[in-house]
């Protein structure tokens, strides 16, 4: 027997929509946002909270991105060698519960939830985690007996005012490639997501001590600067292999620091003069990762305005543009600045709309992420609506991986379908052993039968056989016709089926 899950798209199409759309709404763009659980910066608010309220301001941030036509949501699920989901190899994170190693209560699986409820609103889910950072402060007594930093010791390194895993120890990269495991192997993600922190960020005065480890795994002759980058690269390689050996179909991303290198101490560099990098101070090299094909996607994060003299999101933006040729990217944009910031350029309602414009016009880029959640959650509507009305009118695909995978999609059918009071209802029948969307277009017209707009997704899980849309549709603009579409978690796309809707149906 078929299972159908119902999902509810909620799209209101109003008669003079086709009139305002705007044309140059790619069919593919990655319109992510970062949720970050660290201190509780986005969710929960609280981890004393309960799960109700808990559950209740997730849903208020997915649906604000949904409703932004957002496709995917980058959520932090271990901030600092803790997890945001039942682990064999982590304890619980104080910051869902209030106590480290404290299981939830009336909240068996968190992140199989949160999970759930993205997928339900037709939005990717990518698992963010944190490889190296062990602690977030030095206050050691607040953490779970079953934390690294007691049963491994051996494994920290303490660097200004926090812990953190010796990168260079073969045993660290293994045990974080059983982390991913772990979550790939029991969870439907789709994507498996780090940020910028690798080796970490300078502190003058301070030394990371990792001598030892050096002397002991460093080739003879290889510099310690060297020795740390292969020490990542190695880990990014691991993580790689990890991932498209258990769930080929799961993305890898990584989004490190928006300057790679100066100009002035490397040609290939951008024309920046940013302080620290991410090649010469977190000893990371997102360049050779995509040259190697370690990584579907890259979003750097340019979080300066157009025209910051050190660091103009312009030219960085244009130079990841230029230099990276194999993995998507996408750029990381920082709108928790907005109003909020000594640039004064952050003042201006159209600085994010104009960065968004700018990488949507250069053909390299495919998409952006925001920093974070919180960031646009019910403020500067003014920027909001600008959003809403010049950039993310309708929903997109997210870019199929770049290392293509081709599979024959079959065409979906349409188990049944009905009209009661303009609330359309659509049961489409379709098997697949990989998760796949669903789209609905708008034809361009009932006589060419030919997509023109995406009006709605709906994800249908690994081995389910269908799913059923139901949107609030206005007849005037639904009279050229509908159809629907199967994109597999590779990219690839069915042939369009054009759904048999009488023309009395929307009278």
Same mark, same amino acid.
């Given at each position: 027997?078929?299972?159908?899950?119902?999902?509810?798209?909620?799209?209101?199409?109003?008669?003079?929509?086709?009139?305002?759309?705007?044309?140059?709404?790619?069919?593919?763009?990655?319109?992510?946002?970062?949720?970050?659980?660290?201190?509780?910066?986005?969710?929960?608010?609280?981890?004393?909270?309960?799960?109700?309220?808990?559950?209740?301001?997730?849903?208020?941030?997915?649906?604000?991105?949904?409703?932004?036509?957002?496709?995917?949501?980058?959520?932090?699920?271990?901030?600092?060698?803790?997890?945001?989901?039942?682990?064999?190899?982590?304890?619980?994170?104080?910051?869902?519960?209030?106590?480290?190693?404290?299981?939830?209560?009336?909240?068996?699986?968190?992140?199989?939830?949160?999970?759930?409820? $993205?997928?339900?609103?037709?939005?990717?889910?990518?698992?963010?985690?944190?490889?190296?950072?062990?602690?977030?402060?030095?206050?050691?007594?607040?953490?779970?007996?079953?934390?690294?930093?007691?049963?491994?010791?051996?494994?920290?390194?303490?660097?200004?005012?926090?812990?953190?895993?010796?990168?260079?120890?073969?045993?660290?990269?293994?045990?974080?490639?059983?982390?991913?495991?772990?979550?790939?192997?029991?969870?439907?993600?789709?994507?498996?997501?780090?940020?910028?922190?690798?080796?970490?960020?300078?502190?003058?005065?301070?030394?990371?001590?990792?001598?030892?480890?050096?002397?002991?795994?460093?080739?003879?002759?290889?510099?310690?600067?060297?020795?740390?980058?292969?020490?990542?690269?190695?880990?990014?390689?691991?993580?790689?292999?990890?991932?498209?050996?258990?769930?080929?179909?799961?993305?890898?991303?990584?989004?490190?620091?928006?300057?790679?290198?100066?100009?002035?101490?490397?040609?290939?560099?951008?024309?920046?003069?940013?302080?620290?990098?991410?090649?010469?101070?977190?000893?990371?090299?997102?360049?050779?990762?995509?040259?190697?094909?370690? +990584?579907?996607?890259?979003?750097?994060?340019?979080?300066?305005?157009?025209?910051?003299?050190?660091?103009?999101?312009?030219?960085?933006?244009?130079?990841?543009?230029?230099?990276?040729?194999?993995?998507?990217?996408?750029?990381?944009?920082?709108?928790?600045?907005?109003?909020?910031?000594?640039?004064?350029?952050?003042?201006?309602?159209?600085?994010?709309?104009?960065?968004?414009?700018?990488?949507?016009? =250069?053909?390299?880029?495919?998409?952006?992420?925001?920093?974070?959640?919180?960031?646009?959650?019910?403020?500067?509507?003014?920027?909001?609506?600008?959003?809403?009305?010049? =950039?993310? $009118?309708?929903?997109?695909?997210?870019?199929?991986?770049?290392?293509?995978? $081709?599979?024959?999609?079959?065409?979906?059918?349409?188990?049944?379908?009905?009209?009661?009071?303009?609330?359309?209802? +659509? /049961?489409?029948?379709?098997?697949?052993?990989?998760?796949?969307?669903?789209?609905?277009?708008? +034809?361009?017209?009932?006589?060419?039968?030919?997509?023109?707009?995406?009006?709605?997704?709906?994800?249908?899980?690994?081995?389910?056989?269908?799913? /059923?849309?139901?949107?609030?549709?206005?007849?005037?603009?639904?009279?050229?016709?509908?159809?629907?579409?199967?994109?597999?978690?590779?990219?690839?796309?069915?042939?369009?089926?054009?759904?048999?809707?009488?023309?009395?149906?929307?009278?």
């Amino acid at each position: 027997m078929r299972y159908f899950l119902l999902l509810v798209l909620g799209i209101l199409i109003a008669g003079c929509t086709a009139s305002r759309y705007n044309k140059s709404t790619p069919k593919h763009e990655f319109r992510g946002v970062w949720i970050a659980t660290v201190v509780n910066i986005d969710w929960p608010k609280n981890g004393n909270d309960k799960a109700t309220q808990q559950k209740k301001d997730f849903i208020e941030i997915l649906d604000f991105y949904q409703q932004l036509n957002c496709n995917a949501a980058i959520v932090q699920v271990r901030t600092a060698g803790d997890a945001f989901y039942p682990s064999k190899l982590a304890p619980w994170s104080k910051y869902l519960t209030g106590k480290e190693g404290e299981a939830p209560k009336d909240f068996e699986d968190p992140l199989k939830w949160m999970i759930h409820e $993205t997928h339900k609103r037709g939005m990717e889910f990518h698992a963010w985690l944190n490889p190296y950072r062990a602690t977030f402060d030095l206050d050691t007594l607040s953490l779970a007996t079953s934390h690294d930093f007691y049963t491994h010791p051996d494994w920290m390194v303490k660097y200004g005012k926090k812990y953190y895993y010796d990168p260079g120890l073969p045993a660290v990269q293994e045990n974080f490639s059983k982390v991913v495991e772990e979550i790939v192997l029991n969870y439907p993600v789709d994507a498996i997501h780090f940020d910028d922190y690798f080796y970490p960020y300078k502190i003058e005065g301070a030394v990371f001590d990792d001598t030892l480890t050096y002397q002991t795994y460093g080739l003879p002759n290889q510099k310690i600067e060297d020795w740390r980058r292969s020490n990542v690269d190695s880990l990014v390689k691991k993580v790689h292999k990890t991932i498209k050996s258990t769930k080929p179909w799961v993305q890898f991303g990584i989004s490190p620091f928006g300057v790679w290198k100066n100009k002035s101490t490397d040609l290939k560099g951008s024309d920046t003069q940013a302080g620290q990098t991410t090649y010469e101070d977190l000893y990371a090299d997102p360049l050779l990762w995509s040259q190697k094909g370690w +990584l579907d996607y890259l979003v750097p994060q340019v979080y300066w305005s157009m025209d910051y003299p050190r660091a103009s999101h312009r030219k960085i933006t244009t130079w990841w543009a230029d230099t990276v040729k194999t993995t998507n990217l996408y750029i990381g944009n920082g709108p928790y600045k907005i109003r909020n910031n000594a640039d004064k350029a952050w003042n201006r309602k159209r600085e994010l709309p104009k960065q968004l414009s700018f990488s949507r016009s =250069l053909p390299k880029i495919q998409g952006n992420v925001f920093f974070s959640a919180k960031s646009l959650l019910y403020q500067h509507d003014d920027v909001v609506k600008k959003l809403r009305k010049r =950039l993310y $009118t309708y929903p997109a695909f997210t870019p199929p991986l770049p290392q293509k995978v $081709t599979r024959n999609i079959p065409q979906p059918g349409i188990r049944s379908q009905s009209l009661f009071k303009a609330q359309l209802e +659509l /049961c489409i029948s379709h098997y697949d052993s990989v998760p796949r969307f669903v789209g609905l277009f708008r +034809l361009k017209n009932r006589n060419t039968k030919t997509p023109d707009q995406l009006l709605g997704k709906a994800y249908i899980p690994e081995n389910q056989s269908g799913a /059923c849309l139901s949107i609030q549709a206005d007849p005037k603009s639904l009279r050229k016709g509908l159809g629907v579409v199967i994109v597999d978690a590779y990219g690839n796309q069915s042939e369009f089926y054009a759904i048999p809707v009488k023309e009395y149906d929307f009278k």
